[in-house]
């Protein structure tokens, strides 16, 4: 789950993370209050999306007065930000954060990720902080620090001595890196995070203080049952409505940019539908894994959500039946196509438990899929059908 920076700076200040003075504003009036109260000109105004390249995209001002805090905030509130994240359509900006301007004497990235290929929890930081971080890592990564840590031993202090000594901090801000970075840490294992981030982490110019401009969190869905509070964090309005509706019934549902919808249980067979789709020349307008123990009710939402997509001109249906059985698969698919008005062509590719019964179900429905007996001939047919 992501959540905003105003929402990731306010998880920051209880860990004694410093941020600058601020608030959020979900309204002109609101963010001239707030520049008032800080008091210190410029201030910025930050769109809040679930997107990073907000700069680079508009979506971060400065404000002279007031007024113009005002004036900045009526202009972005309502409108898109199109940014390499957000993809063509853009994200709209409901809020926007409202900060004091901070005199910067160096800007550093911090970061930490679950690295998932070591089984560790993975510290990565660099000297070229900024927006252009990214293309820094691509061009030149040897400019990025990296340290594995064991999560059964722990951050030590000779980790953060190390990743202090290669950003070559000076004496007077050495000892405030290690605690941002310990509480960093903390609050990443704390809140079970995939990923924590700042960038830039700022020493100020007149104060050597370490301050987090920007802020980035995302938390393990699978862990939100034990951080109830942060549920509250989540924006569904920055999500795809499909999407949304896909987790009320516990589908594994991403929409994607393609134009074949797909139906699969099971994550790898999944990766390998899509695969399939693309090598057919065509490209997948989602991800759906329905599971193993999806019920007749659950089988019936995944499917009508897939036509709900109206990208979708083709939908693959790939079933191995184990768990699910091929009869479960019939009936909710039965049901979804009684209760649609279905005028795109479907290609059935399934087998497994219970297959006579299900190809019984679907035969007797008057629903009239196209069957095929294999991958190869799925690739083939979708090709044709997709006009690939």
Same mark, same amino acid.
């Given at each position: 789950? &992501?959540?905003?920076?105003?929402?990731?700076?306010?998880?920051f200040?209880?860990?004694?993370?410093?941020?600058?003075?601020?608030?959020?504003?979900?309204?002109?009036?609101?963010?001239?209050?707030?520049?008032?109260?800080?008091?210190?000109?410029?201030?910025v105004?930050?769109?809040?999306?679930?997107?990073?390249?907000r700069?680079?995209?508009?979506?971060?001002?400065?404000a002279e007065?007031? #007024?113009?805090?005002?004036?900045?905030?009526?202009?972005?509130? !309502?409108?898109?930000?199109?940014?390499?994240?957000?993809?063509?359509?853009?994200?709209?900006?409901?809020?926007?954060?409202?900060?004091?301007?901070?005199?910067?004497?160096?800007? /550093?990235?911090?970061?930490?990720?679950?690295?998932?290929k070591?089984?560790?929890?993975?510290?990565?930081?660099?000297?070229?902080? @900024?927006?252009?971080?990214? *293309?820094?890592? #691509?061009?030149m990564?040897?400019?990025?620090?990296?340290?594995?840590?064991?999560?059964?031993? @722990?951050?030590?202090?000779?980790?953060?001595?190390?990743?202090?000594? *290669?950003?070559?901090?000076?004496?007077?801000?050495?000892?405030?890196?290690?605690?941002?970075?310990?509480?960093?840490? &903390?609050?990443?294992?704390?809140?079970?995070?995939? /990923?924590v981030?700042?960038? +830039?982490?700022?020493?100020?110019?007149?104060?050597?203080?370490?301050?987090?401009?920007d802020?980035?969190?995302?938390?393990?869905?699978?862990?939100?049952?034990?951080?109830? !509070?942060?549920?509250?964090?989540?924006?569904?309005?920055?999500? #795809?409505?499909?999407?949304v509706?896909?987790?009320?019934?516990?589908?594994?549902?991403?929409?994607?940019? !393609?134009?074949? !919808?797909?139906?699969?249980n099971?994550?790898?067979?999944?990766?390998?539908?899509?695969?399939?789709?693309?090598?057919?020349?065509?490209? +997948?307008?989602?991800?759906?894994?329905?599971?193993?123990?999806?019920?007749?009710?659950m089988?019936?939402?995944?499917? &009508?959500?897939?036509?709900?997509?109206?990208?979708?001109?083709?939908?693959?249906?790939?079933?191995?039946? @184990?768990?699910?059985?091929?009869d479960?698969?019939?009936?909710?698919?039965?049901?979804?196509?009684?209760?649609?008005?279905?005028?795109?062509?479907?290609?059935?590719?399934?087998d @497994?438990?219970n297959?006579?019964?299900? &190809?019984?179900?679907?035969?007797?429905?008057?629903?009239?899929?196209?069957?095929?007996?294999?991958?190869?001939?799925a690739?083939?047919?979708?090709?044709e059908?997709?006009?690939?």
């Amino acid at each position: 789950m &992501r959540i905003h920076e105003y929402q990731a700076k306010e998880l920051f200040r209880r860990y004694n993370i410093n941020i600058p003075y601020g608030g959020i504003a979900f309204d002109p009036d609101e963010a001239r209050s707030i520049a008032r109260r800080i008091g210190r000109f410029p201030v910025v105004i930050k769109a809040q999306i679930h997107a990073g390249g907000r700069g680079k995209g508009g979506g971060v001002k400065l404000a002279e007065s007031t #007024d113009e805090a005002y004036s900045l905030t009526h202009g972005l509130i !309502g409108t898109k930000i199109i940014t390499s994240q957000t993809g063509p359509g853009g994200k709209l900006v409901r809020k926007v954060l409202v900060e004091e301007k901070l005199e910067t004497d160096k800007e /550093l990235y911090l970061g930490i990720v679950a690295d998932r290929k070591t089984s560790k929890i993975l510290i990565m930081a660099s000297e070229a902080g @900024g927006i252009d971080i990214e *293309d820094e890592a #691509d061009a030149m990564p040897e400019k990025i620090i990296r340290v594995y840590i064991d999560p059964n031993i @722990g951050l030590q202090p000779f980790h953060c001595r190390k990743i202090a000594f *290669d950003l070559k901090l000076t004496s007077s801000v050495w000892e405030q890196f290690v605690l941002i970075l310990q509480n960093l840490y &903390r609050l990443f294992t704390d809140y079970d995070c995939s /990923l924590v981030e700042i960038n +830039p982490l700022v020493v100020t110019a007149k104060q050597s203080i370490m301050t987090a401009l920007d802020a980035k969190i995302e938390i393990d869905d699978n862990a939100l049952f034990r951080h109830r !509070g942060i549920i509250e964090y989540r924006d569904i309005e920055e999500e #795809d409505p499909l999407e949304v509706e896909a987790s009320r019934f516990n589908l594994n549902y991403i929409k994607m940019d !393609g134009n074949v !919808g797909n139906m699969v249980n099971g994550a790898g067979l999944a990766m390998a539908t899509m695969d399939i789709i693309k090598l057919a020349g065509a490209k +997948p307008a989602n991800f759906l894994d329905v599971g193993g123990g999806t019920t007749i009710e659950m089988v019936e939402k995944g499917f &009508r959500l897939i036509l709900r997509d109206k990208d979708v001109k083709l939908v693959f249906i790939n079933i191995f039946g @184990g768990i699910l059985r091929c009869d479960v698969l019939a009936k909710g698919i039965v049901q979804a196509v009684g209760k649609t008005d279905l005028n795109i062509p479907v290609v059935i590719r399934m087998d @497994g438990t219970n297959i006579e019964e299900g &190809r019984r179900i679907l035969y007797g429905s008057g629903f009239k899929p196209i069957y095929v007996a294999d991958l190869k001939a799925a690739a083939q047919k979708i090709s044709e059908l997709a006009g690939a």
